[in-house]
């Protein structure tokens, strides 16, 4: 059962009962994400998720580990382009301790100068970790390029020389400035009686407070074509290919979704089936769509070998065009339909799940949407829908290009109609 509420400070709540199972996750999301940062502060919102976890006035580092190790629970935390968020998971009868725990780190964690120095390190390494890991590289590479000049194309990670020169007093401020009740939300699924949660959650937030209103600035992005290439000395091209997308409330999301799907979203997907099982020149091909608030990217990837990367993006605008130019037929969308139903409904299986997308549905919609709702939505999709949406955003003529590794530009730029 969902209930939401809020707590006097302005905190907001929303829960859904599952009495069914053992246990239970609770979330906290905070309404800022790297698309928050201004010019000198890349990384900060990543950062900071690091940070609530290197010590609190009444826990170490290791204690803070020990101590959901001894719960048989997880937490952990994880930092987007529009929120950061923090969570933990344990069975039910651990709820009160693990909540205690969260809300220690949330609250009290005390970014002491020596981690923040230690932690430097860390990111550090997990920047050089992308640089080697050509599937993440490029696509970082896309969404800066496709998204030029705007906090969106930003890596979240942020940027070595802004991570070096960071100071415990600027991540103070940047939590000072974003982590406000207002720009917070819980979000509890499992199994817990909902008086009691609701008890704990005042005291242990209740008091959270800022004294001024939080610093957002945010825009809607545009989408650029072109063409980047970043020569690289490796064994496989690396290419992403991208389109405008859709806002995450866009009327239109549900036919996105089944363009994606038919486009590269599964192995049945026509990408997949012309480019690796028809003719074997991929490892990995896929498509996915990157929605935020008020703007969104559809993106194409594919990994193969150098001196075959013009004739892929050949074959991924064909398959493209065609789309764009004669849709989809019966037989196509009805399975379409039945693999987006039966992705939500397995996607839901689990109490992290259904927290996130509690959360989801109250930050990006304001209201939760029930499975019968979402399902409806599905079964009302037409092909006219999709081949409408599909004309509008598979323009090839205007996409953009990104490769790296040992590919030529001038080649690839002869692969685009």
Same mark, same amino acid.
């Given at each position: 059962?969902?209930?939401k509420?809020?707590?006097?400070?302005?905190?907001?709540?929303?829960?859904e009962?599952?009495?069914?199972?053992?246990?239970?996750?609770?979330g906290?999301?905070?309404?800022?994400?790297?698309?928050?940062e201004?010019?000198?502060?890349?990384?900060?919102?990543?950062?900071?998720?690091?940070?609530?976890?290197?010590?609190?006035?009444?826990r170490?580092?290791?204690?803070?580990?020990?101590?959901?190790?001894?719960?048989?629970?997880?937490?952990?935390?994880?930092t987007?382009?529009?929120?950061?968020?923090?969570?933990?998971?344990?069975?039910?009868?651990?709820?009160?301790?693990?909540l205690?725990?969260?809300?220690?780190?949330?609250?009290?964690?005390?970014f002491?100068?020596?981690?923040?120095?230690?932690?430097?390190?860390v990111?550090?390494?997990?920047?050089?970790?992308?640089e080697?890991?050509?599937?993440?590289?490029?696509?970082?590479?896309?969404?800066e390029?496709?998204?030029?000049?705007?906090?969106?194309g930003?890596?979240?990670?942020?940027?070595?020389?802004?991570?070096?020169?960071?100071?415990?007093?600027?991540l103070?401020?940047f939590?000072e400035?974003?982590y406000?009740?207002?720009?917070?939300?819980?979000?509890?699924?499992?199994?817990?009686?909902?008086?009691?949660l609701?008890r704990?959650?005042?005291?242990?937030?209740g008091g959270?407070?800022?004294?001024h209103?939080?610093?957002?600035s945010?825009w809607?992005?545009?989408?650029?074509?072109?063409?980047?290439?970043?020569?690289?000395?490796?064994?496989q091209?690396?290419?992403?290919?991208?389109? /405008?997308?859709?806002?995450l &409330?866009?009327?239109? !999301?549900?036919? $996105?979704?089944a363009?994606?799907?038919? #486009?590269? *979203? =599964?192995?049945?997907?026509?990408?997949f089936q012309?480019?690796?099982?028809?003719?074997?020149?991929?490892?990995?091909?896929y498509?996915y769509?990157?929605?935020?608030?008020?703007?969104g990217?559809?993106?194409?990837?594919?990994?193969?070998?150098?001196?075959?990367a013009?004739r892929?993006?050949?074959?991924?605008?064909?398959e493209? /065009?065609r789309?764009?130019? &004669?849709?989809?037929? !019966?037989?196509e $969308?009805?399975?379409t339909?039945d693999? #987006?139903? *039966? =992705?939500?409904?397995?996607?839901l299986?689990?109490?992290?799940?259904?927290?996130?997308?509690?959360?989801?549905d109250e930050?990006?919609?304001?209201?939760?949407?029930s499975?019968a709702?979402?399902?409806?939505?599905?079964?009302?999709l037409?092909g006219?829908?999709?081949?409408?949406?599909?004309?509008?955003?598979?323009?090839t003529?205007?996409?953009?290009?990104?490769?790296?590794?040992?590919?030529?530009?001038?080649?690839?730029?002869?692969?685009?109609?």
């Amino acid at each position: 059962m969902y209930r939401k509420f809020t707590l006097d400070n302005g905190v907001r709540v929303v829960t859904e009962r599952m009495p069914s199972v053992k246990s239970v996750t609770v979330g906290i999301w905070v309404n800022v994400g790297s698309r928050d940062e201004e010019t000198g502060e890349e990384g900060y919102s990543h950062f900071i998720e690091h940070m609530f976890f290197k010590g609190t006035r009444t826990r170490s580092a290791a204690q803070i580990s020990l101590e959901i190790d001894a719960l048989g629970g997880e937490m952990n935390a994880f930092t987007g382009r529009e929120t950061t968020t923090f969570y933990v998971k344990v069975l039910d009868q651990h709820l009160d301790h693990a909540l205690a725990l969260l809300a220690d780190l949330f609250h009290h964690s005390q970014f002491h100068p020596k981690e923040v120095e230690k932690e430097k390190q860390v990111v550090l390494e997990e920047v050089r970790m992308v640089e080697d890991d050509p599937e993440d590289l490029v696509q970082d590479l896309h969404t800066e390029q496709m998204l030029k000049g705007h906090p969106l194309g930003r890596p979240i990670l942020g940027r070595p020389e802004t991570i070096q020169r960071l100071r415990r007093e600027d991540l103070l401020r940047f939590i000072e400035a974003h982590y406000h009740p207002s720009q917070t939300l819980i979000s509890v699924a499992g199994n817990f009686e909902p008086a009691g949660l609701r008890r704990t959650l005042d005291r242990l937030f209740g008091g959270f407070v800022r004294w001024h209103h939080p610093r957002l600035s945010r825009w809607p992005s545009d989408v650029f074509g072109g063409l980047l290439v970043r020569r690289k000395p490796l064994q496989q091209a690396h290419l992403c290919l991208g389109f /405008r997308g859709l806002p995450l &409330d866009d009327k239109n !999301r549900y036919a $996105l979704h089944a363009l994606n799907a038919v #486009m590269g *979203g =599964s192995v049945s997907s026509r990408l997949f089936q012309e480019i690796r099982e028809r003719r074997g020149l991929a490892y990995s091909i896929y498509s996915y769509a990157a929605s935020f608030s008020d703007s969104g990217v559809l993106t194409v990837y594919a990994a193969t070998r150098p001196r075959e990367a013009t004739r892929v993006v050949e074959l991924i605008c064909r398959e493209i /065009r065609r789309i764009a130019r &004669d849709g989809l037929d !019966r037989k196509e $969308l009805q399975k379409t339909k039945d693999q #987006m139903k *039966g =992705s939500l409904m397995l996607s839901l299986e689990s109490t992290q799940s259904r927290m996130s997308k509690l959360a989801k549905d109250e930050l990006y919609h304001g209201r939760p949407l029930s499975l019968a709702e979402v399902t409806a939505k599905i079964d009302q999709l037409t092909g006219h829908h999709v081949h409408h949406l599909a004309r509008t955003l598979l323009d090839t003529s205007s996409m953009s290009i990104t490769a790296l590794g040992p590919v030529s530009g001038r080649a690839l730029a002869s692969a685009i109609p």
